[in-house]
């Protein structure tokens, strides 16, 4: 089963797209055909996302598939010049995604200490610079030749739970979503869908490694069941899968949950298995290989996995019999494809 975008002559801006979520979304709107503005306060960070997708694209033909846009959003008329600028270079808008978000100056804090300063530097940023940059977005969608579009904004899963210690993100967050639903109701009859989109916090081995244990606590708290899964938990879960014959699939850093688990003859789940997972150069990437508690990469082949991976963030997944398996989170797409692959083999 494939899944098909096609977005060949649509032009895309992508705020925060110098790295992290908002530059895999510029490069997956490139990869299905869109011309993408790469909006970021940091030049190098924007030129790197362009480079990139550039790179992916070096054998076709025709203008560049995305240009770099550089200003300070939290500059009202920088951030209008810089749609005006995405605008022009692109020939026009039809898809908008507003990737702009921060936890503030003092990160996760407890709400007590946090002063009308720290408030309104968040709600600033998570909030209105959204809503600004949306108007802005819009405006050009109602007056260009060919009405209408699409705006995407990336709001938090944060927002449908108690967020200790994270409570000023979350309430602006919530705030956001509110307004898109509102937005979606004002422009739908200028033919622009308007939408959000909430990722949520997985605690994986590296986030549980960057949280500190007061923060761990405040999100047991915040769970109710009171408690959060264990490691073993999931290994006996992957160990029943297996023997019953069901289809296991991870990706990213959800292999880390296979390496407690063990076949019925107590041997490592993943020894002889052809698997995937974050590699050690994707971890040194982002800064994270001195924090995790193990490198997932060579923890696998300690375990005897037959790891295998493709480049650095780029889409690799693979399938082992019952196990799928992906490298990083651009390769949910293709995991989630080879589950479907494993599950028609199965009622075949």
Known sequence: MSIEIDLTGSRALVTGAGAGIGREVARWLARAGATVAVLDVRADKAAETCGLIAEEHAESSGEPRAVA????????????????????????????????????PKGSAPLLDLD????????????????????AEARVMVEQEEAGG???????????RPAPYNGVYAAAKAALNHLVTTMAVELGPEEIRVNAIAPGTTLTET??????????AALVAATPLRRMVEHD??????????REGKIVAAVCHGPAGLVSAKKADGTPFVADRRVAGFTDSEERAVGLDQAVPFLLETRLKEL????EGGPDFAPFALRDGNLVTGQNPASATRTAELVMEALKDKVA
């Open 69 to 104: 846009v550089v200003g300070d959003a939290r500059d009202d008329a920088d951030l209008e010049r810089m749609v005006a600028e995405a605008v022009e270079q692109l020939g026009g808008l039809d898809v908008a995604v507003n990737n702009i978000g921060m936890l503030g």
């Open 116 to 135: 009308g300063d720290a408030w309104r530097d968040v709600l600033d940023q998570n909030l209105v610079l959204t809503a600004l940059s949306m108007r």
């Open 150 to 160: 699409v705006i995407v904004n990336v709001t938090s899963g944060e927002t449908t």
């Open 207 to 216: 986030v549980a490694a960057a949280f500190t244990e007061e923060r761990m």
């Open 233 to 242: 938990e999931l290994a006996r879960l992957v160990e029943r899968f297996d």
């Open 304 to 307: 005897g996995g037959k790891h």
